[in-house]
């Protein structure tokens, strides 16, 4: 970039800053929502409230079937892109 777009372009910093922020941040957070481990973990936080009748059957088969298919699932990679 040359000097004059980068003068021109400052205003545009913080922009840029905030968005590279979100960026991180939706990230770290699909990382999270797709961690084999983390959703092991709520499969079994799940089956703990099933048995101790905080839930009802229907219930817990419409959350294991959400929590199996984020199993199963595929991460996106960067981008959006397959």
Not at 18 to 40: H, K, T
């Amino acid at each position: 970039m040359g000097l004059l777009s980068s003068v021109l372009l400052l205003p545009l910093a913080p922009v840029r800053g905030v968005v590279w922020v979100s960026d991180r941040l939706i990230d770290a957070a699909e990382a999270e929502l797709y961690d084999p481990g983390v959703i092991r973990a709520r499969l079994a936080a799940l089956n703990r409230a099933l048995d101790d009748g905080e839930i009802d059957l229907a219930e817990f088969e419409r959350e294991e079937e959400r929590l199996l298919d984020l199993l199963e699932r595929k991460p996106i990679a960067p981008g959006g892109g397959p």
